[in-house]
Structures are given as C-alpha cells and as structure tokens.
C-alpha cells in the first residue's frame, strides 16, 4: 500500500505480507502537557472534558510538542488557534487536546479510506483506552465503534500471536489466530453518538486550515 500522501509507511510483515503504518508523535502528549500545567489530576480533566460541547467551542490545539510525522512537520510546534473570551477555560483545552490528537489519527484513518479500506471498527490500546471521554471522542470523530482488547498489553500479546503463528509453520492464517485468541471488553465498547458528527466535521476542517496556515512556518 502506497500513500502518494507520505502520511502511510509500508513494513513488511513476519507473516510474508506488509503491513501499513500510521504514526503520530503526540496522541495525548498535549493531555499531559496540560495537565501538568494546570496541576490537575487525569480524573480532573477527564471529568472536565465533559463540561464542553463536542468542538469545545471553536479551540483547536496544533499538539506538535514533539514535533510530528502525521502531517509531516517535524520541527513543529504546539499552537492553540480560535481562542476567546469564553473557550478559554481549563475545561476547553483539555477538551480541545483530546480532540486535536484525535484530528491527526484521523489523517491517518482518512489515508486508509482513499487506499480503499473502509474499517467497521477501531481497536483501541493504551493509557487513553481507559478513558470513557476518550473514547467517546475518537467514535465521535472516526464515525467508527471503538472496542478495546481485553489484553492491555497488546505488543507482547502480538509477539506471542507471531509466535504461535511460526509454531505451526505458517498453516493457520494468522488472521485465525488472532480470532481465536483476540477477546474484547465489553464495558469500553463505545459506538459513536448520533449527532456530534456535525460538529466533529468543521472542527476538523479547521484543524485541516491551520495546519495549511503553519506549515511553511515550520519548514
């Protein structure tokens, strides 16, 4: 799979395939970041997100803290655009963090579709995957069912299915190995609320302007 883009990598796989990458350097850097800087506890600002409507009110965070690979900015910067006297609160920045990290995995889910893949659901992993606010967002903005693996620790429990899979030689796909040993939580399970899609979409043209805005800046 090529991505004329350059938002994807092609990997070969162990299994004899390829398998494409999406990677973004700061998917809840930003929460933390403010976090920090507000003295606030995770429970704190998960708390508040909920206090802001979906688009927290027009903030969008650029959360290139570490610079970033999707878009490809590397000497990025984190930027906050459409500040006011009424979003700028606590409570819209956290909101706003969530949803800007998950605007650039959308970059990435958008480069999938354009290859022709049209996923039915997103599995989520992580410290994030805890979070109900979290999750809610991403189904929110990927218009996708979120589920998240029973297993936290999913890049051993892929070691293991890899390993399985060369055990028998390579006779069982390993998309059979994966059914047969993949479970999923069904309390995280979270498809996406009807009606937040309006507001998802122009919070995330606007994401798409800025980053036009500030690329040659950080070039």
Known sequence: MVD???????????????????CTMN??????????????????????????????????????????????????????????????????????AMESAAFGLKLG??????????????????GGSNSPEWRQILADVFETPIECPVTEEAAALGSALQALWALEEGKVPMADICRGH?????????????GNSAAYQEAYYQYVRYIEAVTPLFR
């Not at 004329?4 to 999406?22: E, I, K, V």
């Open 4 to 22: 004329p883009g350059d938002r994807l990598s092609a990997f070969c796989s162990s299994t004899d395939g390829w398998l494409p990458l999406l």
């Open 27 to 96: 998917c809840t850097v930003a929460v933390e970041q403010f976090r920090e800087l507000f003295g606030r506890k995770l429970s704190e600002a998960d708390t508040m997100v909920t206090e802001v409507p979906p688009g927290s009110d027009g903030l969008i965070t650029l959360p290139f803290f570490n610079g970033e690979r999707t878009p490809n900015l590397p000497h990025g910067k984190g930027c906050l655009f459409g500040m006011n006297g009424s979003n700028l609160t606590e409570a819209h920045v956290f909101r706003s």
């Open 109 to 126: 889910l958008t480069a999938f579709q354009e290859q022709g893949l049209s996923p039915e659901k997103v599995h989520l992993i992580g």
């Open 182 to 194: 993949l479970r999923y939580d069904p309390a995280r399970q979270t498809p996406p609320e009807e």
